[in-house]
């Protein structure tokens, strides 16, 4: 009964997940990625382990959002460099383009479908494996900061776990991906703090250049 609102969940929230340059919005949308995992999981594990989806999400949106904080992000990303005073972003940092990008995917994705792989996988969650794959590796290759490095990396452990959970129900595989997914999530906290506010150089006085 939930398989549809669901998997539209997932999918919208992979969409800002890659597109958004609000880094709390983007928080907001991992949140709700993990919950619809979360209800996905339901339907193929006990409880116990869809409460740890949530549980792990909850965790890596609190540091991260503790890191934005102490580093005085303010509302938006940083940019992705600066030099002589003028920031430089890349033609793929916009909003737009990548929102452009994220939908061209998604309809790509969409129209593949008959035709995705794993035949022996639930439709759903075939879509959503796929769905989360590709979403993180377009989040890869957009990526400017470290926080959207590590969103895209926890997209391709929660398509991993996703599949590997359908497929075999492992405890300790489990385990082991929920573990790595905070190891990635403390890393990316550190980085985050690390990289500090970015702010414009204070001219010399004097300095007629």
């Given at each position: 009964m939930l398989g549809i609102p669901v998997t539209l969940?997932?999918?919208?929230?992979?969409?800002?997940?890659?597109?958004?340059?609000?880094?709390?919005?983007?928080?907001?949308?991992?949140?709700?990625?993990?919950?619809?995992?979360?209800?996905?999981?339901?339907?193929?594990?006990?409880?116990?382990?869809?409460?740890?989806?949530?549980?792990?999400?909850?965790?890596i949106a609190i540091m991260w959002y503790l890191s934005a904080q102490r580093a005085s992000w303010g509302g938006r990303f940083l940019p992705f460099q600066q030099q002589g005073?003028?920031?430089?972003?890349?033609?793929?940092?916009?909003?737009?383009?990548?929102?452009?990008?994220?939908?061209?995917?998604?309809?790509?994705?969409?129209?593949?479908?008959?035709?995705?792989?794993?035949?022996?996988?639930?439709?759903?969650?075939?879509?959503v494996f796929t769905w989360l794959a590709a979403f993180g590796l377009l989040g890869l290759a957009l990526g400017e900061e470290a926080?959207?490095?590590?969103?895209?990396?926890?997209?391709?452990?929660?398509?991993?776990?996703?599949?590997?959970?359908?497929?075999?129900?492992?405890?300790?595989?489990i385990w082991f991906l929920s573990s790595t997914e905070l190891l990635i999530g403390l890393a990316i906290a550190y980085l985050i703090v690390a990289r500090g506010p970015q702010k414009r150089p204070t001219p010399v006085k004097g300095d007629t250049h």
């Open positions: 969940l997932i999918g919208f929230c992979a969409i800002v997940l890659v597109a958004a340059r609000d880094w709390r919005l983007v928080l907001a949308a991992l949140m709700a990625l993990y919950v619809g995992l979360a209800l996905l999981t339901v339907s193929i594990l006990p409880p116990e382990w869809a409460l740890l989806r949530v549980v792990v999400g909850g965790l005073g003028v920031q430089a972003r890349p033609l793929a940092s916009t909003t737009l383009f990548r929102t452009l990008l994220a939908i061209t995917l998604a309809a790509a994705l969409l129209i593949a479908r008959p035709r995705l792989p794993i035949p022996t996988v639930d439709p759903d969650i075939r879509l926080m959207q490095s590590g969103l895209a990396l926890l997209m391709w452990i929660a398509a991993t776990q996703l599949l590997l959970s359908s497929l075999e129900r492992d405890p300790l595989l």
